[in-house]
């Protein structure tokens, strides 16, 4: 996620927050009709769920912005190793997680020589 993303998602609330005030300041100014009660009440809970789902991204969208910034880093830089369990019925011992290495998976050498291809282009444009 990026810095944008949460901007617009936050203007996105922003913008919906202030569509259902207009919602219901229109309601209250209209004369009252049966079922008023039920609308309006609904209208001001997803009101109200409009307005904690900005509060929250407001509270937490620049740890998460953070966060993400530090996990997108770590990516561009040399991947880490996974480890892969391997399966083995015959033997009741426990088992011991193994190290995948590029040598041994085509896939991941492929995605770590474009790590280390956007890590160059990265670093040649800035």
């Known amino acids: 996620m990026t810095k944008e993303t949460l ?4 203007l996105l609330l922003t913008a919906k927050v202030t569509e259902q005030y207009g919602l219901i300041k229109d309601a209250m100014a209209r004369p009252s009709e049966p079922g008023d009660m039920e609308k309006l009440a609904s209208m001001a809970l997803q009101l109200a769920s409009l307005e904690n789902g900005l509060a929250a991204l407001q509270t937490y969208g620049e740890s998460l912005t ?28 426990e088992l011991s997680p193994r190290r995948l290495t590029p040598e ?20 040649e444009s800035g």
Request: aromatic content about 0%; proline content about 2%.
């Open 66 to 93: 953070a966060a993400m910034d530090e996990a997108h880093s770590a990516a561009m830089g040399e991947p880490s190793e996974v480890e892969v369990e391997e399966d083995d019925e015959d033997s009741d011992e």
């Open 104 to 123: 041994m998976s085509s896939t991941l050498k492929r995605v770590t020589d474009i790590h280390k291809r956007q890590k160059e282009l990265k670093e």
């Open 7 to 10: 901007n617009s998602a936050m």
